[in-house]
């Protein structure tokens, strides 16, 4: 029996880096073995924050791939004010770190180009895609979002093709993310992104959400809604390359992997560890906190004038599959959210991977997480809110404790339903 063809639109592919290519490009690898083929489309000279050649391996060979040229102000904006850059990625400097340059750039990105700076590509894209459809038989047609752009591609193509199903998966909310409220969007700005997301939650046959919580919101706000989380892939952390680094069995490692900005920085983390090695000879000897990544200048200079300045392993940003060994090179992995309520529903990609590690994590954001919810069920760490204090210096110490005497064991409980081919296995049986 043929295949089942499914055609994924996507800004971010390899060599893109960072959590937001995996997804797609895990279930373009896994679904051949459930029946569908799975068809990429994708700019041909994006302009993308991170690059990580590494991912390219997990491209299958003979997988179709369609590119078609992009315009984006992007390069443009980095010219006049290079934490420009920091947009791309959805970073935002906040309070009185912003410069009049920054407020106008936020302000810019937020009112002239609805929903985003991809906007660009709407267009061109559905026009070369009405001619693609006609010739290919495609039975489903993806749009992953951010840049939620995309997903105005598959609004067009919906309303022209209205026999083809239409997933619209938002791996981050739209107007419900946290730094939408940071756009400083004029009222006529805010009403546009809210029609055009209700317009996608109404047209779209499914709306996938990777969180319970941005699920539920996304059905209240209209959208047919289904959670297909992130996960991990177990080819990525059994990799035989995995190297044990000298320091990770002789020293007591907190690890950061990925980008923190200033919107997510757990200060009190920072303080209770300074306390620690300030008032805990034993600890202060032991312990070393590792970054793997991007770290905002301004966190970054505020940890290394404090007492932590000698216990720090900062790596700066490494490819996926070195990532990954460095995660298997630490005792407890940190994790961060935005604090507010808001957020709850979002759970960074990366947990999966530290998950699949059997490290202790700790984990901050706002009560009620769906973060929390996640380690509750696979007993691999806590999740604390960004008021706690004294609970933080708790399970760190407690951890070390553990460490010390070797019975800091591994956790690998019930954490399978999270590996990409199960998950490819759900999204399967939706298609």
């Given at each position: 029996m043929d295949s089942?063809?499914?055609?994924?639109?996507?800004?971010?592919?390899?060599?893109?880096?960072?959590?937001?290519?995996?997804?797609?490009?895990?279930?373009?690898?896994y679904l051949p073995e459930f029946g569908w083929k799975p068809i990429i489309f994708t700019p041909e000279n994006p302009s993308y924050p991170l690059i990580d050649e590494s991912l390219m391996k997990d491209v299958p060979e003979d997988l179709e791939i369609i590119k078609t040229k992009i315009w984006e102000p992007y390069q443009l904006a980095e010219k006049?004010?290079?934490?420009?850059?920091?947009?791309?990625?959805?970073?935002?400097?906040?309070?009185?770190?912003?410069?009049w340059k920054s407020k106008l750039s936020i302000w810019v990105r937020g009112n002239f180009f609805i929903?985003?700076?991809?906007?660009?590509?709407?267009?061109?894209?559905?026009?070369?895609?009405?001619?693609?459809?006609?010739?290919?038989?495609?039975?489903?047609?993806?749009?992953?979002?951010?840049?939620?752009?995309?997903?105005?591609?598959?609004?067009?193509?919906?309303?022209?093709?209205?026999?083809?199903?239409?997933i619209a998966d938002f791996r981050d909310p739209w107007t419900e993310i946290s730094y939408y409220k940071h756009l400083k969007l004029t009222n006529k700005s805010d009403k546009k992104h809210r029609q055009l997301e209700s317009d996608v939650f109404k047209n779209a046959d499914i709306t996938l959400a990777t969180s319970y919580t941005d699920a539920e919101n996304f059905r209240k706000n209209g959208a047919n809604a289904v959670c297909i989380t992130n996960g991990f892939d177990e080819s990525d952390s059994s990799n035989p390359q995995t190297l044990k680094s000298a320091d990770s069995a002789t020293k007591f490692t907190l690890s950061?992997?990925?980008?923190?900005?200033?919107?997510?920085?757990?200060?009190?983390?920072?303080?209770?560890?300074?306390e620690l090695v300030k008032?805990?000879?034993?600890?202060a000897e032991n312990f070393r906190l590792k970054f793997v990544g991007r770290i905002d200048d301004k966190i970054l200079?505020?940890?290394?004038?404090?007492?932590?300045?000698?216990?720090?392993?900062?790596?700066?940003?490494?490819?996926?599959?070195?990532?990954?060994?460095?995660?298997?090179?630490?005792?407890v992995l940190l994790i961060t959210n935005f604090p507010n309520a808001?957020?709850?529903?979002?759970?960074?990609?990366?947990?999966?991977?530290?998950?699949?590690?059997?490290?202790?994590?700790?984990?901050?954001?706002?009560?009620?997480?769906?973060?929390?919810?996640?380690?509750?069920e696979t007993q691999a760490g806590k999740h604390f809110s960004y008021d706690n204090s004294e609970e933080i210096k708790n399970f760190i110490l407690e951890k070390f404790e553990l460490w010390k005497s070797g019975n800091l064991s591994e956790n690998t409980g019930n954490i399978e339903q999270f590996s990409r081919r199960n998950l490819t296995k759900q999204l399967s049986d939706i298609l």
């Open positions: 089942k063809k499914i055609l994924i639109i996507t800004y971010y592919w390899p060599p893109a880096g960072g959590p937001g290519v995996q997804r797609w490009l895990k279930f373009a690898k006049l004010n290079k934490s420009n850059k920091k947009f791309k990625a959805g970073q935002f400097d906040v309070g009185n770190n912003q410069s929903p985003d700076a991809r906007v660009f590509w709407v267009n061109p894209s559905v026009k070369y895609l009405e001619q693609y459809l006609k010739i290919n038989k495609i039975d489903v047609v993806v749009t992953s979002g951010p840049p939620h752009s995309l997903h105005l591609i598959g609004l067009q193509l919906k309303k022209q093709f209205p026999e083809i199903k239409w950061y992997i990925g980008v923190l900005e200033q919107l997510r920085n757990p200060e009190n983390l920072w303080k209770a560890l300074d008032t805990d000879a034993e600890f200079n505020a940890i290394e004038t404090s007492s932590l300045k000698n216990h720090i392993d900062n790596l700066g940003y490494l490819s996926h599959d070195k990532a990954v060994n460095e995660m298997s090179n630490s005792t808001s957020s709850k529903g979002i759970i960074p990609g990366k947990i999966f991977e530290y998950l699949a590690t059997g490290k202790q994590i700790i984990s901050f954001g706002p009560d009620d997480a769906d973060v929390a919810k996640i380690l509750d």
